[in-house]
């Protein structure tokens, strides 16, 4: 049996499609994340770009749009052991630009910006709160990494009962493997995966 049909006959890869009230989560698409010297390359730029016209399209119909970054104090007090295994993390502080949402996605006033310390959007933040008093059961998600905060970010979404749509094309990872290997992963388990232009027409209609 090949690994389509093992899927299958498990009943992965179940669409669970858009609930009444969107909101997009940008993750972590910081200039850091897009810098190859730093924690960029791979298809992380590419993804800023396509990222561009979802997140106008969500400013145009007045849907909720929040950002993440990773923030660490500047003394490093709130570092812990995934400071450890990736030390340059350290380098996120408030005011370093690496830390800063690139340019061409720069929040707006009114969008949220949540500072996280570990890997999920949702861990140790209020985002879920701020979802919930918007209504919000539906979190469209770009960002990256793929295999990292943003896969994190989709399993804690679905496990807070939001229905999780991924931008397949709006999110990225320093390494192609892992950024196709967890698309697929991600598809069977926890979101719906689909391209920017397909979540605008089942928005729109």
Not at 86 to 111: D, H, K, N, Y
Not at 143 to 158: F, H, L, P, W
Request: charged share 20%; with cysteine; glycine share 10%.
């Amino acid at each position: 049996m090949d690994e389509e049909n093992i899927y299958r006959k498990q009943t992965f890869g179940t669409k669970t499609g858009f609930g009444r009230s969107p909101a997009l989560l940008v993750v972590d698409f910081v200039n850091g994340f897009v810098d190859p010297e730093i924690f960029g390359g791979g298809n992380i730029a590419e993804a800023v770009n396509a990222t561009v016209p979802l997140l106008s399209f969500f400013r145009g119909q007045g849907l909720p749009v929040v950002f993440t970054r990773i923030v660490y104090a500047d003394d490093g007090a709130d570092t812990g052991i995934w400071c450890e295994k990736v030390p340059r993390l350290r380098e996120l502080i408030e005011l370093a630009p690496a830390s800063q949402v690139v340019g061409e996605l720069t929040p707006s006033s009114g969008e949220a910006v949540i500072r996280k310390t570990q890997a999920s959007a949702f861990f140790g933040t209020h985002l879920s709160g701020i979802l919930k008093a918007k209504g919000v059961d539906t979190l469209v998600i770009a960002g990256c990494t793929t295999s990292g905060c943003v896969r994190a970010s989709v399993i804690d979404a679905i496990s807070h009962d939001f229905r999780p749509i991924l931008a397949a094309d709006c999110v990225g990872d320093r390494a192609l493997g892992p950024h196709e290997a967890n698309l697929f992963d991600i598809s069977e388990k926890y979101a719906d995966v689909l391209s920017a232009s397909q979540i605008i027409a089942s928005l729109r209609r």
